[in-house]
């Protein structure tokens, strides 16, 4: 079976970095995806590893360690509007398995 | 960059109602599509997966004859839930892909039954 792992809750005040840690358990890899979801919203793709290292888009970057079976995602100079729920994913090469999400709480 | 298109967004109706939602891939051609269902707080629960041309694979415990799955063409799937009760009441989000390529998620699709 399949298994991830992430906190459920992380606070931050403006400005700051956060990392969102993911490890997982599963039977088939193919990459690890960061998804973002606001309240009431669909979820937003963030990013895809498929390889060890790290990714880098803007404000966000997201590592992996496929012999670690860990992942994270790193969030940069930090905006009210990043407080949403972020999931980590294991594209297994059928489908998507989500964790649990973390809640990630911005403030001023 | 890739838009997948879900719609109704939001349905409210009686017990007892069939409800179609659409889910399109508008500018790409979608190998496979997938339809979830998160309930508040939670997170996405695969229900099932849809190719083209063939029947979906359905997860265990999610009903096929109450949650009907059509994939007509490579760019449409739809998601059927028939004599919906207040229990199927949930957020069911769409999602394509194109071969070897990340998810894209429609908007989803707030059901409420009555």
């Known amino acids: 079976g399949q298994s991830l792992e992430q906190p459920s809750e992380v606070t931050a005040v403006e400005g700051a970095i956060v990392q969102i840690n993911c490890t997982y358990q599963?039977?088939?890899?193919?990459?690890l995806s960061w998804y973002q979801q606001h309240d009431g919203g669909a979820p937003t793709f963030l990013s895809y590893?498929?390889?060890?290292g790290l990714e880098e888009t803007g404000r966000f970057s997201s590592f992996l360690s496929r012999s670690d079976s860990y992942g994270y995602l790193l969030l940069q100079e930090l905006q009210m509007k990043d407080s949403a729920s972020y999931f980590c994913a294991v594209d297994s090469g059928y489908a998507l398995n989500f964790g649990k999400g973390t809640s990630l709480l911005v403030t001023p | 960059g890739a838009v997948v298109s879900q719609h109704p967004s939001r349905v409210i109706c009686k017990s007892g109602t069939s409800v179609k939602i659409e889910c399109r891939s508008l500018?790409?051609?979608?190998?496979?599509m997938f339809w979830y269902r998160q309930f508040p707080k939670q997170s996405l629960m695969l229900m099932a997966t849809s190719n083209e041309g063939s029947k979906a694979t359905y997860e265990q415990g999610v009903e096929k004859d109450k949650f009907l799955i059509n994939h007509a063409s490579l760019t449409l799937s739809t998601l059927t839930v028939t004599s919906a009760h207040p229990e199927d009441s949930s957020f069911y989000i769409c999602s394509a892909r194109e071969e070897a390529q990340p998810q894209h998620f429609g908007d989803g699709t707030r059901l409420s039954i009555l």
């Open positions: 599963t039977s088939g890899f193919y990459g």
């Open positions: 500018d790409f051609q979608a190998t496979t």
């Open positions: 590893n498929a390889l060890d």
